[in-house]
Antibody, heavy 117, light 111 residues
């Protein structure tokens, strides 16, 4: 069974750093792209970026370039989303999803990030 | 502002059919057959309902169908059921440097 399991909810202060994770199982983790998607409270889905764990090839949506870093450790089937300095506007639910050809066929359960002073 | 335009809300009675539109441009929906649709219930992760314009993943009810004409894709849900009440998002590949885009989402209310 394909599963993407994300790390738990986080509460952080502005300026702090954070790395959240997404662990894949039940399939060849290095053979599919992983996408990160942001959903702010009460808002729609936003495509953040995509990584191929096989070789760590990474692409960012222009809105997120320089704001976050996407990485992966194929030895433990895990992808990451990292912020070096959080802002209140980063408060959102973050989803990882497996990109299969042309769609996101499996999704993680989401990680809620709350940034507040 | 989202790259793909969806109506904010649609509604229908149980048993009826509804259609949700997703309008893009010749740089995305109009030029690629890589349109997908996602269902999201409150507090849950999105679920893939349609890929490659009109294909249903295994396990998705055949009450869900989709198509594309020009720059507009459409999702039709027939025989509406209470559990269909959710938010629906379209997505498409785009030749712009964003690579992939979502629509703004449509809230379906089953009356």
């Amino acid at each position: 069974e394909v599963q993407l399991v994300q790390s738990g909810a986080e509460v952080k202060k502005p300026g702090e750093s954070l790395k959240i994770s997404c662990k894949g199982s039940g399939y060849s983790f290095t053979s599919y792209w992983i996408v990160w998607v942001r959903q702010r409270p009460g808002k729609g889905l936003e495509w953040m970026g995509i990584i191929y764990p096989g070789d760590s090839d990474t692409r960012y949506s222009p809105s997120f370039q320089g704001q976050v870093t996407i990485s992966a450790d194929k030895s433990i089937n895990t992808a990451y989303l990292h912020w070096s300095s959080l802002k209140a506007s980063d408060t959102a639910m973050y989803y990882c999803a497996r990109h299969s050809s042309s769609a996101l066929d499996y999704w993680g359960q989401g990680t809620l990030v709350t940034v507040s002073s | 502002q989202s790259a793909l335009t969806q109506p904010a809300s649609v509604s229908g009675s149980p048993g009826q059919s509804i259609t949700i539109s997703c309008t893009g441009t010749s740089s995305d929906v109009g030029d690629y057959n890589y349109v997908s649709w996602y269902q999201q219930h409150p507090g849950k992760a999105p679920k893939l309902m349609i890929y490659d314009v009109s294909n249903r993943p295994s396990g998705v009810s055949n009450r869900f169908s989709a198509s594309k004409s020009g720059n507009t894709a459409s999702l039709t849900i027939s025989g509406l059921q209470a559990d269909d009440e959710a938010d629906y998002y379209c997505s498409s590949y785009t030749s712009s440097n964003t690579r992939w885009v979502f629509g703004g989402g449509t809230t379906l209310t089953v009356l």
